[in-house]
């Protein structure tokens, strides 16, 4: 990478939030253009003249990306998932990537919980049933009661930790596995004991090469026949294609999902007509406080890097 002491542009990602208001305003005071990319090409199209690299999940930053890069100061993710985000590239041209964790935490840990009861409890199943002008039969017949329920937390971050802590606080039994992290309160478990000994598997670990398929084939056919998945962190933790066919099969009783490896679902994506299934389109994390929030927390962290302050919750060496 390149420098010079010219200003460059603020660079925004394609994305969906409602507007870029405090982006601009941001833009305004700095002394600053503002650019909001159309596309991933016109995204790319941008790079030398970025001074601040704003991400979004509609955008990637590879190594290409990095490569155009001539003045940037930052690449700010807005939210904390950064797997579209090449994080050694960064680190070889040296620009600091910095992203925004903690602005929706309650809301992804509640919506993770909510997946996880509505499937336990096989609301699902009945209400298919009533869609199909069925009657019970023997729905729910194959889950424990609650205070039977074992709950299996993989990853005991800020949500997993709240997951963990409200299941426990409504009586379900809890245990947890977490690579990295140490934590009180919740029985710990190896990853092993929670995948196969739990009637409710709640996937909350970052998308990495050692992640990526973490519910595979094989361990799917270990699990818990009358088991249910909840996914809320990111899709390619799981093999789709394996958990379609295992639903289909009746090997795996539910699943309940927020993120998929392709967004948005594709139409012939074999998940769609799999059984017992709730999904939800990448959601969990809104709320009336939340987008502000994250849009808040982004845009400060650009106003650092573009006055050369310390810069928070880097990924970056």
């Not at 602005?103 to 699902?124: C, D, K, N």
């Not at 066919?245 to 007509?273: V, Y």
Request: with cysteine; charged share 20%.
């Amino acid at each position: 990478m390149t420098t010079n002491n010219e200003t460059g542009i603020i660079l925004v990602a394609p994305h969906r939030f409602p507007n870029v208001d405090r982006e601009r305003a941001l833009a305004e005071r700095m002394g600053r253009e503002i650019v909001v990319a159309d596309d991933q090409a016109s995204f790319r199209s941008r790079m030398a003249e970025a001074e601040i690299v704003m991400v979004t999940p509609y955008a990637k930053m590879t190594a290409e990306e990095f490569g155009l890069l001539q003045r940037c100061k930052a690449v700010v993710r807005y939210g904390v998932g950064y797997d579209n985000i090449d994080v050694a590239a960064a680190n070889k041209v040296g620009v600091p990537v910095t992203i925004v964790p903690d602005t929706a935490s309650e809301e992804v840990a509640s919506h993770a919980l909510a997946m996880g009861l509505a499937l336990a409890r096989r609301i699902p199943q009945g209400h298919a049933a009533i869609g199909a002008g069925q009657w019970a039969g023997t729905i729910g017949l194959d889950t424990p009661k609650l205070s039977n329920l074992q709950v299996g937390i993989v990853g005991t971050g800020r949500i997993g930790r709240l997951v963990a802590t409200w299941w426990a606080a409504i009586g379900a039994k809890v245990h947890a596995f977490d690579p990295i992290s140490t934590f009180e309160g919740v029985t710990a478990a190896s990853l092993k004991q929670v995948l196969e000994e739990s009637d409710v598997v709640s996937l909350h670990l970052p998308l990495t090469d050692e992640t990526r398929h973490l519910i595979s084939d094989e361990v799917l056919k270990r699990m818990r026949r009358n088991a249910v998945i909840v996914n809320v962190s990111r899709g390619g933790l799981i093999d789709e294609e394996a958990l379609a066919a295992a639903l289909t099969a009746g090997t795996i009783a539910g699943a309940g999902l927020d993120t998929f490896a392709h967004e948005p679902l594709p139409a012939a994506h074999p998940l769609r007509e799999a059984p017992n299934t709730l999904f939800t389109p990448h959601v969990a994390w809104r709320s009336t406080t939340s987008l502000g929030a994250l849009q808040e927390q982004a845009v400060e962290r650009a106003r650092r890097a573009l006055q050369g302050e310390p810069l928070p919750d880097l990924v970056t060496r």
